[in-house]
Protein backbone atom coordinates (compact mmCIF):
# COMPACT_ATOMS: atom_id res chain seq x y z
CA UNK A 1 0.00 0.00 0.00
CA UNK A 2 1.83 3.32 -0.76
CA UNK A 3 1.12 5.59 2.16
CA UNK A 4 1.16 8.97 1.75
CA UNK A 5 2.86 10.39 4.98
CA UNK A 6 -0.11 12.52 5.48
CA UNK A 7 -1.33 13.35 9.05
CA UNK A 8 -4.38 14.77 10.11
CA UNK A 9 -4.67 17.00 13.49
CA UNK A 10 -8.00 15.49 14.25
CA UNK A 11 -9.12 15.32 18.03
CA UNK A 12 -10.09 11.57 19.48
CA UNK A 13 -11.78 10.68 22.38
CA UNK A 14 -10.61 9.77 25.17
CA UNK A 15 -11.74 6.53 27.47
CA UNK A 16 -14.96 7.68 29.24
CA UNK A 17 -15.43 8.97 32.71
CA UNK A 18 -17.35 6.58 34.44
CA UNK A 19 -19.07 8.51 37.45
CA UNK A 20 -22.58 8.28 37.38
CA UNK A 21 -22.99 6.00 34.09
CA UNK A 22 -21.63 2.87 35.03
CA UNK A 23 -24.77 0.77 34.29
CA UNK A 24 -24.98 2.64 30.17
CA UNK A 25 -23.78 0.75 27.69
CA UNK A 26 -20.20 1.49 26.77
CA UNK A 27 -20.87 2.33 23.25
CA UNK A 28 -23.72 4.65 24.92
CA UNK A 29 -20.82 5.66 27.28
CA UNK A 30 -18.33 6.54 24.64
CA UNK A 31 -20.79 8.68 22.90
CA UNK A 32 -21.29 10.73 25.74
CA UNK A 33 -17.96 11.46 26.12
CA UNK A 34 -17.13 11.92 22.85
CA UNK A 35 -19.97 14.87 22.67
CA UNK A 36 -18.33 16.65 25.97
CA UNK A 37 -14.98 16.30 24.23
CA UNK A 38 -15.82 17.28 21.06
CA UNK A 39 -18.61 20.28 20.55
CA UNK A 40 -18.12 19.82 16.75
CA UNK A 41 -19.48 15.83 16.74
CA UNK A 42 -22.33 16.29 19.28
CA UNK A 43 -25.48 16.79 17.59
CA UNK A 44 -23.92 12.99 15.83
CA UNK A 45 -22.68 11.49 19.01
CA UNK A 46 -26.95 12.02 20.11
CA UNK A 47 -28.05 10.95 17.19
CA UNK A 48 -26.22 7.68 17.37
CA UNK A 49 -27.37 7.33 21.03
CA UNK A 50 -31.14 7.80 20.12
CA UNK A 51 -30.35 4.92 17.40
CA UNK A 52 -28.66 2.76 19.90
CA UNK A 53 -30.95 3.15 22.35
CA UNK A 54 -34.02 2.27 20.24
CA UNK A 55 -32.17 -1.02 18.92
CA UNK A 56 -31.33 -1.98 22.37
CA UNK A 57 -34.92 -1.86 23.48
CA UNK A 58 -36.14 -4.64 21.23
CA UNK A 59 -32.56 -6.53 21.33
CA UNK A 60 -33.08 -7.08 24.50
CA UNK A 61 -36.60 -8.79 24.28
CA UNK A 62 -34.59 -11.63 21.80
CA UNK A 63 -34.50 -15.42 22.09
CA UNK A 64 -32.14 -17.32 20.58
CA UNK A 65 -32.99 -18.24 16.89
CA UNK A 66 -32.77 -21.88 15.80
CA UNK A 67 -31.01 -22.53 12.53
CA UNK A 68 -31.31 -25.45 11.34
CA UNK A 69 -28.63 -25.39 8.30
CA UNK A 70 -25.91 -27.99 9.52
CA UNK A 71 -22.37 -26.52 10.57
CA UNK A 72 -21.26 -29.02 7.39
CA UNK A 73 -24.13 -27.24 5.34
CA UNK A 74 -22.57 -23.69 6.68
CA UNK A 75 -18.79 -24.58 5.83
CA UNK A 76 -20.10 -25.69 2.56
CA UNK A 77 -21.95 -22.25 1.72
CA UNK A 78 -18.65 -20.27 3.00
CA UNK A 79 -16.10 -22.80 0.66
CA UNK A 80 -18.17 -22.03 -2.25
CA UNK A 81 -18.17 -18.43 -2.00
CA UNK A 82 -21.97 -18.07 -0.61
CA UNK A 83 -22.60 -16.17 2.50
CA UNK A 84 -24.21 -17.81 5.44
CA UNK A 85 -27.15 -16.02 5.81
CA UNK A 86 -30.83 -16.13 3.87
CA UNK A 87 -33.74 -13.60 4.40
CA UNK A 88 -35.91 -16.63 5.45
CA UNK A 89 -33.80 -17.62 8.46
CA UNK A 90 -34.26 -14.50 10.05
CA UNK A 91 -36.50 -14.43 12.77
CA UNK A 92 -38.56 -11.30 12.58
CA UNK A 93 -40.89 -10.06 14.86
CA UNK A 94 -42.85 -7.63 12.48
CA UNK A 95 -44.98 -5.69 15.14
CA UNK A 96 -41.84 -4.82 16.58
CA UNK A 97 -40.07 -3.84 12.96
CA UNK A 98 -42.70 -1.79 12.40
CA UNK A 99 -41.80 -0.36 15.58
CA UNK A 100 -38.61 0.54 14.77
CA UNK A 101 -39.22 1.65 11.39
CA UNK A 102 -41.57 4.12 12.87
CA UNK A 103 -39.26 5.14 16.03
CA UNK A 104 -36.21 5.41 13.83
CA UNK A 105 -38.12 7.75 11.69
CA UNK A 106 -39.04 9.63 14.62
CA UNK A 107 -35.75 10.46 15.66
CA UNK A 108 -34.34 10.97 12.18
CA UNK A 109 -36.92 13.40 12.46
CA UNK A 110 -36.33 15.26 15.55
CA UNK A 111 -32.89 15.50 14.70
CA UNK A 112 -33.56 17.25 10.97
CA UNK A 113 -32.03 14.53 9.33
CA UNK A 114 -35.06 14.29 7.02
CA UNK A 115 -37.71 16.20 6.48
CA UNK A 116 -41.68 16.01 7.66
CA UNK A 117 -42.83 14.75 3.40
CA UNK A 118 -39.86 11.89 3.69
CA UNK A 119 -41.04 11.11 7.87
CA UNK A 120 -44.53 10.51 6.16
CA UNK A 121 -43.37 8.28 3.04
CA UNK A 122 -41.12 6.31 5.47
CA UNK A 123 -44.06 5.62 8.37
CA UNK A 124 -46.27 4.44 5.52
CA UNK A 125 -43.64 1.93 4.38
CA UNK A 126 -43.57 1.09 8.00
CA UNK A 127 -47.35 1.03 8.15
CA UNK A 128 -47.57 -1.09 4.64
CA UNK A 129 -48.58 -4.94 4.58
CA UNK A 130 -45.83 -5.12 2.11
CA UNK A 131 -43.30 -4.44 4.54
CA UNK A 132 -41.71 -7.79 4.49
CA UNK A 133 -41.42 -7.86 0.98
CA UNK A 134 -39.66 -4.17 1.11
CA UNK A 135 -37.13 -5.59 3.67
CA UNK A 136 -36.56 -8.40 1.60
CA UNK A 137 -35.42 -6.59 -1.01
CA UNK A 138 -33.30 -3.92 0.63
CA UNK A 139 -31.41 -7.51 2.24
CA UNK A 140 -30.79 -9.15 -0.93
CA UNK A 141 -29.44 -5.73 -2.13
CA UNK A 142 -32.12 -4.87 -4.61
CA UNK A 143 -32.62 -1.88 -6.10
CA UNK A 144 -35.41 0.16 -5.85
CA UNK A 145 -34.28 1.96 -2.55
CA UNK A 146 -36.45 5.55 -3.66
CA UNK A 147 -37.35 7.09 -0.46
CA UNK A 148 -35.11 9.03 1.06
CA UNK A 149 -33.18 6.91 4.09
CA UNK A 150 -35.13 4.13 3.85
CA UNK A 151 -32.02 1.90 3.16
CA UNK A 152 -30.92 3.17 6.82
CA UNK A 153 -34.18 2.89 8.06
CA UNK A 154 -34.43 -0.36 7.35
CA UNK A 155 -30.85 -1.29 8.49
CA UNK A 156 -31.34 0.17 11.94
CA UNK A 157 -34.74 -1.94 12.23
CA UNK A 158 -33.42 -5.19 11.35
CA UNK A 159 -30.23 -4.62 12.84
CA UNK A 160 -31.43 -6.84 16.35
CA UNK A 161 -32.39 -9.08 14.15
CA UNK A 162 -29.56 -9.39 11.63
CA UNK A 163 -27.29 -9.25 14.52
CA UNK A 164 -28.56 -11.97 16.82
CA UNK A 165 -28.46 -14.54 14.22
CA UNK A 166 -25.18 -13.83 13.04
CA UNK A 167 -24.03 -14.63 16.53
CA UNK A 168 -25.32 -18.07 16.25
CA UNK A 169 -24.07 -18.78 12.94
CA UNK A 170 -20.63 -17.59 14.17
CA UNK A 171 -20.81 -20.12 17.11
CA UNK A 172 -21.40 -23.22 14.87
CA UNK A 173 -18.67 -22.52 11.80
CA UNK A 174 -15.41 -20.64 12.09
CA UNK A 175 -14.71 -17.36 9.55
CA UNK A 176 -11.43 -18.03 8.96
CA UNK A 177 -11.28 -19.38 5.73
CA UNK A 178 -13.85 -16.59 4.12
CA UNK A 179 -11.69 -13.74 2.82
CA UNK A 180 -13.78 -11.94 0.38
CA UNK A 181 -14.89 -8.11 0.09
CA UNK A 182 -18.55 -8.99 1.16
CA UNK A 183 -19.17 -10.30 5.03
CA UNK A 184 -19.48 -13.78 4.95
CA UNK A 185 -23.14 -13.70 6.84
CA UNK A 186 -25.33 -11.20 5.18
CA UNK A 187 -23.30 -10.03 1.97
CA UNK A 188 -23.09 -6.18 3.01
CA UNK A 189 -20.18 -3.95 2.46
CA UNK A 190 -18.02 -2.84 5.70
CA UNK A 191 -18.28 -0.35 6.72
CA UNK A 192 -15.21 -0.08 9.01
CA UNK A 193 -12.11 -2.11 9.17
CA UNK A 194 -9.88 -3.16 12.47
CA UNK A 195 -5.87 -3.79 12.22
CA UNK A 196 -5.20 -6.60 14.78
CA UNK A 197 -2.12 -7.08 17.12
CA UNK A 198 -0.24 -8.57 14.32
CA UNK A 199 -0.87 -5.72 11.64
CA UNK A 200 -3.74 -7.76 9.82
CA UNK A 201 -6.67 -6.01 8.92
CA UNK A 202 -10.37 -7.27 9.28
CA UNK A 203 -13.42 -5.78 7.68
CA UNK A 204 -16.46 -4.82 10.26
CA UNK A 205 -19.96 -5.45 8.27
CA UNK A 206 -21.76 -2.54 8.20
CA UNK A 207 -25.15 -4.36 8.98
CA UNK A 208 -24.76 -7.08 11.02
CA UNK A 209 -21.27 -6.01 12.29
CA UNK A 210 -19.39 -9.42 11.72
CA UNK A 211 -16.01 -9.03 11.21
CA UNK A 212 -13.90 -10.99 9.06
CA UNK A 213 -10.03 -10.94 7.57
CA UNK A 214 -9.23 -9.23 4.23
CA UNK A 215 -5.93 -8.15 2.43
CA UNK A 216 -4.23 -4.97 4.11
CA UNK A 217 -2.90 -4.47 0.08
CA UNK A 218 -6.71 -4.18 -1.75
CA UNK A 219 -9.53 -1.96 -1.55
CA UNK A 220 -12.43 -3.30 0.14
CA UNK A 221 -14.56 -2.27 -2.45
CA UNK A 222 -13.09 -2.48 -5.87
CA UNK A 223 -10.44 -4.92 -5.26
CA UNK A 224 -7.72 -2.80 -6.54
CA UNK A 225 -4.43 -3.85 -5.35
CA UNK A 226 -2.17 -1.67 -7.29
CA UNK A 227 0.07 0.17 -4.56
CA UNK A 228 0.47 2.76 -7.15
CA UNK A 229 -2.85 4.12 -6.86
CA UNK A 230 -3.64 3.29 -3.10
CA UNK A 231 -2.84 5.61 -0.19
CA UNK A 232 -3.36 6.33 3.63
CA UNK A 233 -3.91 8.87 6.14
CA UNK A 234 -3.48 8.73 9.55
CA UNK A 235 -4.55 10.36 12.70
CA UNK A 236 -1.34 11.83 14.54
CA UNK A 237 -1.67 9.34 17.14
CA UNK A 238 -1.90 6.65 14.52
CA UNK A 239 -5.12 5.36 16.37
CA UNK A 240 -6.97 5.52 13.49
CA UNK A 241 -6.07 5.16 9.47
CA UNK A 242 -7.93 5.62 6.47
CA UNK A 243 -6.80 3.75 3.14
CA UNK A 244 -7.92 5.63 -0.15
CA UNK A 245 -8.57 4.07 -3.29
CA UNK A 246 -8.27 6.05 -6.16
CA UNK A 247 -9.60 3.23 -9.21
CA UNK A 248 -13.34 3.32 -7.32
CA UNK A 249 -12.53 6.65 -5.30
CA UNK A 250 -14.20 4.91 -2.20
CA UNK A 251 -12.06 4.32 1.38
CA UNK A 252 -12.21 2.98 4.31
CA UNK A 253 -11.43 3.95 7.87
CA UNK A 254 -10.10 1.68 10.55
CA UNK A 255 -8.96 1.11 14.10
CA UNK A 256 -5.01 0.01 14.72
CA UNK A 257 -5.45 -1.92 18.01
CA UNK A 258 -1.60 -1.47 18.20
CA UNK A 259 -2.14 2.29 19.06
CA UNK A 260 -5.79 2.43 20.33
CA UNK A 261 -6.85 2.31 24.25
CA UNK A 262 -9.98 0.00 23.73
CA UNK A 263 -11.09 -2.10 21.03
CA UNK A 264 -13.57 -0.95 18.30
CA UNK A 265 -16.93 -0.09 19.59
CA UNK A 266 -19.19 -0.07 16.01
CA UNK A 267 -21.33 2.06 16.88
CA UNK A 268 -18.83 4.90 18.21
CA UNK A 269 -15.77 4.92 15.91
CA UNK A 270 -17.74 5.82 12.51
CA UNK A 271 -18.72 8.91 14.64
CA UNK A 272 -15.37 9.66 16.35
CA UNK A 273 -13.94 9.62 13.36
CA UNK A 274 -16.10 12.00 11.29
CA UNK A 275 -13.54 14.60 11.27
CA UNK A 276 -11.47 12.05 9.13
CA UNK A 277 -13.83 11.66 6.56
CA UNK A 278 -13.75 15.63 6.29
CA UNK A 279 -10.40 15.27 5.64
CA UNK A 280 -10.47 12.83 3.20
CA UNK A 281 -12.95 14.36 1.35
CA UNK A 282 -10.40 17.40 1.32
CA UNK A 283 -7.82 15.61 0.32
CA UNK A 284 -9.91 14.23 -2.75
CA UNK A 285 -10.71 17.88 -4.00
Not at 115 to 140: N, Q
Request: contains cysteine.
Amino acid sequence: MAESGTQYDLALPEPPRSSGSRLLPRDVLELKALAERQPALAPAAALQIDLVEAVRRIQGRLTTPWIESSAETLNSRLSSGQPLLEFSQIPFDWNDVRLLVRQITDILRRHEVIDAATAVALHSVGRSPALPDVMKGWFELQPGMDIEMLGEVLGWAARPYLQRTAEVLQQRVALDRWSRRVCPVCAAEPEFAVINANGERHLVCGRCHVRWGFTSLACPYCGNDDRATLKSMATPDGIYRVMICSPCGRYIKALDTRKAPRPLLPYVDPIATLPLDAAVMQSLG
